[in-house]
């Protein structure tokens, strides 16, 4: 399977996911590397790993619509069966989430419904939660809205703080990507509106 990855950060779930397609975990290989911003870690991990690492960047577009055009372009390149969003700090066109339905993962370091939106961690804490986690979904027009297919949950200790929660979620986070796209490349995972689905049984 041909996987394109899209990143705006360090990637380190792009690197989890480079290693589980190395390890023969996942059944497929990432084909390209995509990043909205210049000069980003994961650029170096994907050139690291011989797979072609793209710019391209949202300020050179006139508005979203014609970036989205243009991302989809560069992917579709590559001919994915799979777009795998990992820390891919954008909001995405329903045109380009249509494009790529049930072909389209994203992770977010809640457990959803918990916490869409940004500063998962501090609002975990803040809300005295004792649990928090991650979550891999499919993505649809609803922002962190789409079916949830895995999480994984970790506690929150009372001397916790963000950063502390949030090296915990990330562990977590490079534990299931990994194997969320270990299931669609074995096409045991689908998406079917709004439900995911693992060999059939709606999760
Ligand atoms: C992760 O915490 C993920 O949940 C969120 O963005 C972060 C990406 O981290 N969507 P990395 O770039 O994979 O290290």
């Known amino acids: 399977k041909s996987i394109v990855v899209l990143i705006s950060g360090s990637g ?5 996911i480079l290693d589980a397609c190395k390890a023969g975990f996942i059944a497929g290989r990432v084909s ?8 980003v870690f994961g650029l170096t991990r994907a050139t690291e790993a011989g797979v072609p690492a793209l710019v391209l960047d949202h300020k050179q577009f006139a508005d979203r619509q014609s970036y989205d055009a243009a991302l989809c372009e560069a992917i579709d390149l ?6 795998v969003l990992a820390g891919f700090m954008r909001i995405l066109t329903p045109e380009f989430v249509a494009h790529y339905s049930g072909r389209l993962l994203n992770i977010h370091p809640s457990l959803l419904p918990k916490y869409q939106g940004l500063n998962t961690h501090q609002r975990a804490i803040d809300a005295g939660d004792s649990v928090h986690g991650c979550s891999v979904h499919f ?3 609803e922002l962190d809205g789409g079916p949830v297919a895995l999480q994984a949950k970790v506690p929150v200790f009372p001397e916790d703080d963000a950063s502390a ?14 194997l969320v796209v270990r299931w669609f490349c074995q096409d045991r ?6 439900k995911a ?3 059939g049984q709606i999760l």
């Open 139 to 141: 993505v649809t027009a």
């Open 12 to 16: 380190s779930n792009l690197q989890a």
């Open 189 to 194: 995972l689908q998406q079917q509106a709004d």
């Open 165 to 178: 929660v949030a090296a915990r979620v990330h562990e977590q986070e490079h534990r299931i990507y990994p």
């Open 197 to 199: 689905l693992l060999d």
């Open 78 to 83: 590559h001919q994915p069966d799979l777009v």
């Open 32 to 39: 390209a590397v995509i990043s909205n911003k210049a000069d």
